[in-house]
């Protein structure tokens, strides 16, 4: 009986290292996407004789390499005058990942996998330089973008990193939002052009709103009833605080829109009331919608939803 040679293993199968393209979500050149080459190193500025062309005065002529080999993406600065950002934090070099964002003048470019690219489209090298007539000392130029693709808490670290100046207009269904920038901080802001709520308020409710589009532009010279004085950074965080306890009250708080009444009769008694409660219930009475009553509260907007939530519960106010 002859021996049984045993079969020759197989190798495994070669592993197909990920391909990545770069996406523009904001600034002039969005919705442009540009394939990335394994093995070779991308060239990001002004001049012509680059990889990428972006002209805009706020690039320089060498502003950054991006080098791909295999799945490892490192973006660095060649020492432009602007900056590179990845993620709201400036950089010399980074390496990046899925899903990062970069800032370079006013384009937000997101690194998103090749098999997400909607199609052979590509940002196409641009042969001319921006005449030096146009040369600026202003630090926007119209940037627009989708909520969707960028939140709104990642827009502002991007542009309080890269100190901007400029007005951020937000749209969200039939809302307006302005929020004001002075070198990255945020000085003002306003809903629906209701200058009389506390820019603070504003600000926050601005920045839970998930879908939309915003405009960055340049600011103009004016005065502000009052200004915000706590960093960018603080009121992100308290906004994203409040945001989650608000989560957290659960299915019973009202919509914004929503009309909120007095029964009639009014069985509990009102002197079993707290001054604070006493304060939402006339606020309740005078304007009658959830929004109204966020507004024209002086308290903030999740200690108004406990406060409107605990009428509710008790009888003394009714949603609809």
């Given amino acids: 009986m002859e021996p049984r040679v045993p079969k020759p293993s197989l190798p495994p199968p070669l592993r197909t290292a990920r391909s990545f393209a770069l996406r523009f979500i904001s600034g002039k050149y969005q919705g442009g996407e540009f ?47 602007n900056g590179t950002f990845v993620n709201g934090e400036k950089v010399a070099s980074a390496r990046l990942r899925e899903g990062d964002r970069i800032l370079i003048g006013t384009s937000i470019i997101k690194l998103v996998a ?3 690219i909607s199609g052979p ?16 000392t202003s630090q926007v130029r119209t940037m627009t973008g989708q909520i969707e693709e960028i939140p709104l808490p990642d827009l502002l670290q991007l542009f309080s990193a890269s100190k901007k100046n400029g007005i951020l207009t937000v749209r969200s269904g039939q ?11 945020v000085v003002f802001a306003v809903v629906n052009d209701h200058e009389d709520v506390a820019p603070m308020k504003s600000a926050q409710r601005i920045l839970t709103w998930e879908v939309g589009s915003f405009e960055m532009e340049p600011a103009t010279p004016r005065e502000f009833p009052a200004r915000i004085e706590m960093s960018t950074e603080g009121i992100l965080m308290d906004t994203m605080r409040q945001i989650d306890e608000v989560r957290r009250l659960g299915p019973a708080v009202p919509a914004l829109k929503s009309a909120i009444v ?32 966020l507004n024209r509260s002086l ?22």
């Fill in 114 to 116: 090749a098999d997400a």
């Fill in 262 to 293: 007095l029964p009639v009769p009014m069985v509990p008694a009102i002197r079993d009331l707290t001054p604070a409660q006493l304060d939402v219930l006339q606020l309740a009475h005078n304007h009658g919608q959830v929004e109204l009553v």
């Fill in 175 to 185: 809302d307006v939002g302005r929020i004001f920038l002075e070198q990255g901080k």
């Fill in 35 to 81: 394939s990335l080459a394994p093995g070779k190193d991308l060239v990001i500025g002004r001049s012509s004789e680059l990889d990428m062309v972006l002209v805009e005065d706020m690039v320089s002529r060498r502003h950054a390499k991006l080098s791909v080999a295999a799945e490892q993406i490192t973006i660095e600065d060649l020492g432009s005058t």
């Fill in 121 to 136: 489209v590509e940002v196409r090298p641009i042969l001319q330089e921006v005449p030096p007539s146009r040369t600026t």
């Fill in 299 to 320: 308290a903030s907007d999740l200690d108004t939803y406990k406060l409107l939530l605990a009428l509710i519960e008790r009888g003394y106010l009714r949603a609809e």
